[in-house]
Structures are given as C-alpha cells and as structure tokens.
C-alpha cells in the first residue's frame, strides 16, 4: 500500500532540512491542531531549537496560545517585528530621516506628455528610481 504524502508530513520534511514553511488555511481546516502537532513533534526531535509561530491578529495568537500552551513564541507579525527592533529604535530614529531623504524632483509639465497617465507613472518611476539611489548610496 503506497503511503501518503500529508501536508503535515511535507512540512516534517521541510523541518528536517532546516527549511522555513508557512502554514495556512481557511478557517476550520485544522491549521492550529497542525500546528500543535509540529510544535510536539520539534520539542520531541528538536529540543534544542527555538520556534516562532507567526500569524495575523492577536485573536488568533490567544486562540494558538490557548490550544498549545505558552512554552512557544507565539505573536503577531507586528510584535514580532517590535521584539526584534526595540533595542535599536532610537539608531533607527537617527538614520531614518538620512535614508529617506530624497533629492529634489523637478516635476515636468503636462505638455512633455502624451496624457495625465503617462506623466504619472514616468514621475512614478522616477521617484522609485530615485529613492533606489538614495539607499544605494546610503549603504555604500
């Protein structure tokens, strides 16, 4: 009889590699029970490592939280984000307004354009190509 190749069974096998998965689904399709077995699986396999679950809204942080217990890292995105960059907020603060800061754009008149739409999405670039520039050579 051929075994089958299960969702949960692909991502043990992205697990075992080291790679990273994301883990998704509709609502009642059994994404939290999947996730509750992966978390056991790697404590059992993988003490040693640490574990991120990732997801949306605080709603579903409580609901992870509330089935898996609160031994995991288990956040929002945004708090995620925060945890990771709360020590260098105030580094942040002092380069932000370097890496942002733009050279000046002459904006052309309507007559250098065929229309209204073609003069916004060449400006358009410009401002990319623009910002591009600046970050190139703030990093440099």
């Keep these: 009889m051929d075994s089958k190749v299960t969702p949960i069974n692909k991502i043990k096998v992205c697990i075992e590699r080291n790679e990273n998965f994301v883990l998704q689904g509709g609502a009642g399709s059994g994404k939290t029970e999947t996730l509750k077995q992966l978390l056991e699986f790697i404590s059992e396999h993988y003490p040693d490592k640490k574990i991120a679950c990732i997801t949306h809204t605080n709603l579903a942080v409580d609901e992870i939280k509330s089935r898996v217990g609160e031994q995991y890292t288990v956040s929002t995105i945004h708090s995620f ?56 050579d703030y990093i440099q």
């Design 81 to 136: 984000l925060n945890n990771l960059t709360k020590d260098y907020k105030k580094n942040i603060q002092k380069i932000m307004m370097d890496i942002f800061k733009l050279n000046r754009i002459e904006r052309k008149g309507i007559e250098n354009y065929q229309d209204d739409k073609q003069q916004k999405k060449e400006e358009h670039e410009h401002y990319k190509k623009n910002i591009l520039n600046t970050y190139l």
